[in-house]
């Protein structure tokens, strides 16, 4: 039984039968496949004839012939034998050469509703926006939620949520790591997510023959999460601990894992000056249960895990994230979207004496939304008008930020 992604399937629907392509992207095995089945039942049960959908995964070894835009498009048309409105549906289309004609040719010579997917952001650089110029909108795809993680396991008791929640703190959102029916194959999934996802998105797409040195950075950022770095910064570090390492190189590393999905960056943004920083930046892994996999369960501290998952539920939520800098403080997040704009800090605990997450909110010079986030059920409730959100409330309620 295929499970719901609601909010995802909902995105389909929306756009569906507009002009405009629609990109799925996110990182390898989020769900991206699995919402195209989800869309193509939704499709057939509203009385779209099979005959009028054509999905091809080109991951499959049955696509190998279909890898050039010559020998794609002369396919395509072929299937095509109708005037009526055809689905195209499209999974990792990246690994067609030159497949941007492919899209653009279709839309001239069908009346046709595209969908494509891909694991790499390169997929809306370049040709595509230019072949396309703007007739393209981007559905971003992450692991669950721990709402939608709830539902995959069936876990309904809401005394055991702190436990579900610890659970998937360690485990992750990946939706196939979820389904397993064997906790102790979870660890090697994860660890086999993780080279797939290094050896196809990162290391092929950009040329990277020594993987030792990609590994290092990785594992930096892993056990970094929380903390201001810079590729400088990463470099010095590297260095000192084994084989010397340049920023450059440390720079294009970042880029690539931003590339593929497996890292965000949140940029720095200065409070009272109103503008984006350029030095210094926050990294967040795409899955807590991937890091979990390469450090091991009992690395670091779960405020800054804490801190990661508040990160993803923020940007699962539409908001764009940044990390706020007020004079020599720092705020956690400040979070920006068309509709409103607010600023959250994140705590394991709330200390009872006059803690400092709550005088940095209270010293941000405006009148926008102030929100804590803690991990003890004592902290709830309202501080000098903060509102103190206990985190499994706060991932459980879109309605609260």
């Known amino acids: 039984m295929l499970k719901m992604r609601e909010k995802y399937l909902k995105a389909f ?63 395509l048309k072929a299937r095509v034998t109708t005037s009526e409105k055809v689905y195209f549906l499209f999974d990792e289309i990246q690994e067609v050469d030159e497949w941007q004609k492919v899209i653009n040719g279709l839309r001239v010579a069908f009346d046709s509703d595209i969908y494509i997917t891909g694991s790499n952001a390169s997929l809306l650089s370049g040709e595509l926006a230019s072949y396309l110029s703007g007739r393209y909108v981007e559905i971003k795809v992450m692991p669950l939620s721990f709402l ?16 579900y929640f610890n659970e998937f703190m360690e485990n992750g959102g990946f939706p196939g790591v979820s389904l397993l029916g064997d906790p102790s194959m979870v660890e090697s999934v994860l660890q086999s997510l993780f080279d797939s996802i290094l050896l196809k998105d990162v290391c092929l797409r950009g040329g990277i023959k020594d993987t030792s040195l990609l590994l290092r950075v990785v594992k930096f950022l892993l056990d970094n999460i929380g903390n201001q770095v810079s590729s400088s910064s990463i470099a010095q570090a590297l260095s000192t601990s084994g084989r010397k390492m340049s920023h450059e190189t440390v720079d294009r ?8 999905y497996v890292f965000y960056k949140a940029e720095r943004f200065d409070i009272r000056g109103k503008e984006r920083l350029k030095t210094l930046g926050k990294y967040y892994v795409v899955d807590l249960g991937l890091r979990n996999a390469v450090l ?8 800054s895990q804490m801190e990661n998952t508040v990160y993803l539920e923020l940007k699962r939520r539409g908001f764009e994230v940044s990390v706020g800098k007020l004079n020599e403080t720092e705020i956690d997040f400040v979070c920006t979207s068309p509709q409103k704009t607010v600023y959250v800090q994140v705590a394991f605990q709330l200390p009872k004496d006059n803690p400092r997450e709550i005088a940095n909110l209270l010293n941000i010079p405006n009148n926008y939304e102030k ?26 309620d879109e309605s609260l930020i």
């Open 253 to 260: 590393y970042l880029s690539l894992l931003e590339d593929a």
């Open 371 to 396: 929100v804590l986030v803690v991990g003890n059920l004592e902290g709830a409730g309202n501080i000098e008008g903060i509102k103190v959100l206990h985190i499994i409330d706060f991932l459980l």
């Open 13 to 75: 629907i929306k756009f569906k039968d507009t002009e405009y392509v629609k990109v799925v992207s996110g990182v390898r095995r989020s769900g991206k496949s699995f919402l195209m089945k989800l869309f193509m039942n939704h499709l057939k049960e509203t009385g779209v004839s099979e005959m009028n959908i054509i999905y091809i995964n080109f991951e499959h070894p049955d696509s190998d012939s279909l890898k050039t835009a010559s020998a794609l498009y002369d396919y």
């Open 148 to 163: 939608e993680y709830l539902e995959f396991k069936n876990y309904r008791n809401e005394m055991k949520y702190p436990t």
């Open 296 to 303: 091991g369960r009992n690395r670091g501290n779960y405020g």
